[in-house]
């Protein structure tokens, strides 16, 4: 069952106007100075809020998690008047991000997460609670600065990544809730946004229209769960006793409507968290869900690779060509984010021929 929050600006956060000028250095994105930051990834799921939040100058509020299996009381950082959605928002965009991720959000603000206000879209980074003072500090400069983090107070850590989507469709629920479309994707990812706008406009809206709540991503089909209990994917039996996953979307990258969203946080309290987040919540929860599926591979790639001509439609009316790959990933290097982001974008493409396929990078 949804939570029914009454958004009240007076509440929202608007911190006091601060001289960012005398801590300049402290938000310059130098790589170097986040590389000797140790966060502690290890899966905790108890010992929340190591920084206590009264030391935060932001007002909070507390929120459930509420899976059969699982119950967590977490705390969130509210979002200023500026930060929640505007009423005619198309998209709303969440890039899962460690809380010392500095760099990473940088380059993403300056390539393919620029100028998205003026689309109508919004991109929050979700971000853990940091452990470490001095992420902590840095924190701070930057939700004021930027305004498109979402601080909530469970750690980070890769096992605890099916939370932090949980409260990044929570947050969109309450506070984005007009938006048309929901993407998830992950911060070693690269969107073409104008591509996506075009094809969600010329071909996956009308699939929407037939199937309201829908999700858009690479399907993977037949997949099994692993009971290695050392494995990083590891799904327990009592979590998920059958042998076979449901079809899922590929978790680097999936499109969701607003009402299937709706519809999949409406059921968690039916099923059992699991902490593979892709399985969860567009397989398991999208099926209960009856939420329609669609295999966007073309769309949507595993990897980063780019061939010299790629797969393309031709807009009858104008002849333009627009490539079918509008996201890839794997960029694990942050400082490649924006060549890799330039490269998509101007990809050429022709009518698709596997004689001329080769890879770009």
């Keep these: 069952m949804l939570l029914n929050i009454e958004i009240s600006h007076s509440k929202a956060l608007t911190p006091e106007k601060t001289d960012l000028k005398q801590k300049e250095e402290k938000l310059e994105i130098d790589q170097k100075d986040y590389e000797t930051i140790d966060i502690d990834t290890e899966p905790i799921t108890e010992n929340f809020g190591v920084i206590a939040y009264e030391e935060f100058p932001f007002p909070t509020d507390n929120l459930f ?13 509210l ?25 990473t959000r940088h380059m993403i603000r300056n390539s393919w997460g620029a100028n998205l ?16 003072q ?9 939700l004021i600065k930027f305004d498109d983090l979402v601080v909530y107070d469970i750690d980070d850590s890769y096992r605890n990544l099916y939370l932090k989507v949980y409260v990044a469709l929570q947050w969109q629920q309450i506070f984005c809730s007009t938006a048309q479309y929901i993407l998830k994707t992950d911060d070693d990812t ?26 858009f991503g690479g399907m993977i089909k037949r997949s099994s769960p692993i009971r290695n209990a050392n494995h990083r994917w590891y799904v327990s039996p ?12 590929d978790g680097p990258t999936y499109l969701l409507t607003s009402k299937a969203v709706q519809a999949i946080m409406n059921l968690t309290e039916s099923v ?44 009858k009316k ?44």
């Design 65 to 77: 998690i509420s899976f059969k299996n699982l119950k967590i009381n977490y705390t969130i950082i």
């Design 117 to 132: 206000a003026e689309r109508s879209i919004v991109l929050k980074f979700i971000v853990g609670w940091p452990q470490e």
């Design 79 to 103: 979002p200023t008047p500026n930060g929640i959605c505007p009423l005619k928002t198309k998209m709303f965009v969440f890039v899962p991000s460690r809380a010392d991720g500095f760099y």
């Design 238 to 249: 009592i979590d998920f006793p059958h042998p076979i996953f449901p079809h899922y979307t």
């Design 272 to 315: 059992r968290a699991f902490p593979i987040e892709d399985v969860l919540y567009t397989g398991v929860l999208a099926n209960l869900a009856n939420v329609k599926k669609f295999s966007i591979w073309g769309h949507f790639r595993s990897g980063k690779h780019l061939n010299l001509h790629e797969k393309c439609k031709v807009e």
């Design 134 to 142: 001095k992420v902590f500090e840095l924190m701070q400069e930057e």
């Design 190 to 215: 690269i969107v073409d946004f104008d591509r996506l706008l075009w094809w969600i406009d010329n071909d996956f809206g009308d699939r929407v229209s037939k199937y309201p709540a829908a999700v």
């Design 318 to 361: 104008t002849g333009k060509r627009i490539p079918y790959v509008t996201a890839i990933n794997g960029i694990s290097d942050a400082s490649g984010i924006k060549i890799a982001y330039e490269r998509l974008h101007s990809v050429e493409c022709t009518p698709w021929s596997s004689s001329k396929q080769m890879k770009r990078f």
